[in-house]
């Protein structure tokens, strides 16, 4: 019976073992030295702010291994030997494969900041990190955050709720302008600043100073303003966790483990998925050749199990969708709506009064079908989204019939009326 | 140049500590308590009335000062900052004492309400009940009981908790509706209506409390008291049997059971209300499910065997009295649970999930039931199932309405959660339960593939419901204990989750069951 060894726990390694043991009784493993249960990477916020315990963020519960005959080692890997085929764990032991998978997400970024590795300063991103932070920020007075997006939003909620104060410094001159258009960015803005978070847009920074204890006590912008501080939230992006692969040289990398639409490296029988895999060329050239998403993390540990298996499967993930929170404020995107219009494409955004829901169509101009929604406040069906973007449906189509994409709680105030009359006031405008 | 910040924030407690206004809100709500509690020794108390408003104030008072505070000043939305953090919260100290206290209270409530301050026949109250008897004077022009008392604190309970609830989930409608409804039938049906009643000469009766909810329904006191107090008593006779097996099949048909136990029903509104800071105390394990369905199902059976015997023992032969007779009974009761038994096994396909144990049960369990009540007719014994039903009813009453629905059911709030006695021991709940797992529009539906796995739907089920091991899988939830609370949903950060009681795509009740795959990927990618 073959071993399929997967190095990494998280939502695609995990995945791809629940796969695996659906398709087939062959022996599975799963090494990770981050913990030894999966948990929801994207709930450890909540443990910090004492909305769940760690327990509480573990999908399955603990005899659900055993059950399923998927072998757990908590160990870190130092190497992976693809000619003997096998993994060389910290402690020295081996562990054989017949097949392997790598699945280790990423790590935080740091751009050489001087200062960056003082005690104090960190990113989040694991188990770890998190413990960290829960020491880094005992009794303390001010937080500065570097890097506006969905990380740093998390740590600035994350400390506003044990009424820490934060600072957020945030590169471009709207929030998470690289992905949000600017009328969606500064809804946000305001909410975040509402929460009383100081949000510092068009800041870099450029050093940490240590205090007379060796700890961070201030960070010093590129304009020479010092802000006073004992903990800096590094949230700059993440980048593929592969530095613990520097020795394993027969595996060909760039800033991830290269990997063909099969997920396959250039080893036979090594596969990478999820945020740590970086493709030749992505399937979806919409898209980025390293996905760092909890869903597309999840697709890719489903697809690798097919192909594992005998089954060669090429990933193809289909309509993008994604979501988050910023504080109070829910965000869901279907499709593709860019930070601005590309050409040849037409926009509606719509706001309701009370500031807080939005709406984002972005059609094609010519064939008026629908390119992507970006919603905030406001519920909406993933199948009916996909089911309207596979079948190419225009603006037209969708505005009439968004109730039936309506997915907020009952006795809500219906949304619906109020967005096509703008859609439709924009539309005579134009004409 | 050194610059300091300055937080444009409102001071939020840190988490899980309280800060002072709290603290002095809730020392005001104390006072309050204590007010109530230093007049137990007392046998007369110049001015009860005075002294009760004063401490009911203080109590209300120092909770919507809290509340208010606490929500009020600070945007809208859902924040259990710091709930793993607090001992109240999380089985700590403080959450012990006062599990004990409830505890205590509970015990006293049904087994020495003397040292309350209940008076023995023809005496005065003294005490803590004799503070409420210019109210019950006032309400239906008698003195207080320990019930009259523990009524209106009931009610006081669930309409300051109430207020707390609709501020910290403001930014949910249906959570508001909800919470105003429980507020509504507490105040008008549970506490107020009844008193009425009282004061007219009419029976007492709480119209929206039912069998076997209300395990005294069928009492023959009851019954009796209904049927010799003329036109209206027998509406109210007929209303609560037409609430059984008419009324309530049809809007947990449409529905759910969320009809009646997160909006309408006395113990669901304590639960939903005071209550809603333990709910994260109920156990999610399946273990902690096994245990639930066997052991409300063993109540709801205990729950119609004590009724049947007790019916049957005090119904004759003949129509003499009651227009019913044993043996009619007998024939409804065999009709019923036979129909009931016809659908769940002949049409297995509707019910696919119930698997043979269960099954071979239900069947063998209706087999001794008819069984024993064919004999009983047969032979024309008094007992319909061997055993004396009075001494069942004392034990059902004893074991399941004290201990269980009072001791258990409220007094370990802190320590297991506000819904224990709704989980696993409410025969009402078991019953709607199978109504709506089987014959209900009403699920959960999931979004698609936006679950991130977090678990606050779990977390704050007060059920019990792994909520998010169907959400993950991209399944409907379709669970006989759920009330319909709509927290899963209101917590969920990616909008995943909905409460949906229109006709699912198929129109048949099954389709709810299992949503389909939904695809994310061209090539067929799920999410199972």
Known sequence: MPHIVIIGNGISGITAARHIRKRSDTRITVISGESEHFFSRTALMYVYMGHMRHIDIKPYEDHFWAKNRIELKHAWVQQVDAEKKHVKLQDGKTVDYDKLIIATGSASNKFGWPGQDLPGVQGLYSLQDLEAMELNTKGITRAVIVGGGLIGVEMAEMLHSRNIPVTLLVRETIFWGGVLPNEEAGLIGRHIIENGIVLRMGTEMNEILPGANGRVCAVVTRTGEEIACQFVGLTAGVHPNIAWLKDSTAIKMDKGVLVNEFLETNMPDICAIGDCAQFHEHPDLQRKNIEQVWYTGRMMGETVAKTVTGERTAYRPGHWFNSAKFFDLEYQTYGWVRHELQPGEEGHYWEHTNGKVALHLVWDQKSRVLHGVNSIGLRLRHEVFDRWLEAKATVDHVVAHLEEAAFDPEFYEKMEPLIRMSFKQAKTVTA | ?528
């Open chain 2, 1 to 528: 140049m050194s610059k300091t910040d300055h937080s444009l924030s409102i001071a939020d407690q840190h988490s899980g500590v309280l800060d002072g206004v709290q603290k002095g809100a809730l020392t005001l709500a104390s006072l309050g308590v204590l007010g109530l509690i230093v007049s137990l020794p007392f046998s007369t108390i110049p001015q009860p009335a005075f002294w009760l408003a004063i401490s009911l104030s203080a109590i209300v008072a120092g909770t919507l000062w809290y509340a208010h505070h606490s929500y009020a000043n600070k945007p809208a939305g859902i924040k259990n900052n710091g709930v793993w953090h607090s001992g109240l919260t999380t089985r700590g100290i403080a959450a012990w004492v006062v599990g004990i206290l409830l505890t205590g209270l509970y015990i006293l409530l049904y087994f020495y309400p003397e040292y309350l301050g209940q008076a023995a026949e023809g005496e005065q109250n003294k005490g803590l009940i004799a503070l409420f008897d210019p109210l019950a004077q006032l309400l239906h022009g008698g003195p207080a009981s320990q019930w009259f008392m523990y009524g209106t604190l009931y009610t006081v309970s669930i309409l300051a908790m109430g207020y707390k609830f609709i501020l910290k989930y403001r930014n949910n409608k249906y959570q508001i509706v909800r919470t105003i409804s429980v507020m509504f039938f507490q105040l008008g049906f549970a506490f107020l209506l009844p008193e009425l009643l009282a004061r007219l000469s009419l029976p007492y009766n709480d119209f929206k409390n039912m069998w076997p909810l209300n395990y005294s329904f069928f009492d023959e006191w009851n019954v009796k008291g209904l049927i010799d107090a003329g036109g209206f008593g027998l509406f109210m006779l007929l209303f609560g049997v037409a609430m059984i097996f008419v009324i309530s099949p049809i809007l947990t048909y449409f529905y759910g059971k969320r009809w009646y136990c997160s909006w309408v029903c006395g113990c669901g509104g304590l639960a939903e209300t005071a209550g809603d800071p333990f709910r994260q105390l109920s156990d999610k394990s399946t273990k902690a499910w096994k245990m639930e369905r066997w052991i409300i199902h063993t109540v709801l059976v205990f729950a119609v065997v004590m009724t049947v015997a007790l019916v049957y023992s005090y119904l004759g032969d003949s129509a003499k009295g009651f227009w019913v007779t044993r043996g009619m009974l007998l024939g409804i009761i065999g009709l019923a649970l036979g129909s009931v038994a016809t659908v769940v096994l002949v049409r297995p396909g509707m019910v696919k999930e119930v698997n043979n144990t269960i099954r071979f049960l239900a069947l063998g369990l209706l087999v001794a039931i008819i069984g024993l009540t064919v004999h009983a007719y047969i032979t024309g014994r008094g007992d319909v199932f061997f055993v004396e039903s009075y001494p069942l009813r004392k034990w059902y009453g004893f074991f399941i309405g004290a201990i269980f629905s009072g001791v258990i059911g409220v007094g370990f709030y802190p320590l297991m959660g506000s819904r224990v006695w709704c989980r696993f021991g409410c025969p009402m709940a078991a019953i709607l339960g199978m109504q709506q797992r089987f014959f209900s529009r009403f699920r959960i539906t999931t979004n698609g593939g936006q679950c991130i796995s977090c678990g606050n739907c779990s977390t704050y089920c007060e059920m019990g419901i792994d909520v998010r091991s169907y959400a993950q899988r991209g399944e409907n939830i379709v669970r006989s204990s759920c009330v319909g609370c709509g927290i899963c949903a209101a917590v969920c950060p990616r909008g995943v989750l909905k409460l949906e009681s229109r006709s699912s795509a198929g129109g048949k009740v099954q389709d709810r069951v299992s949503s389909d795959p939904i695809a994310i990927g061209k090539t067929g990618a799920t999410l199972r």
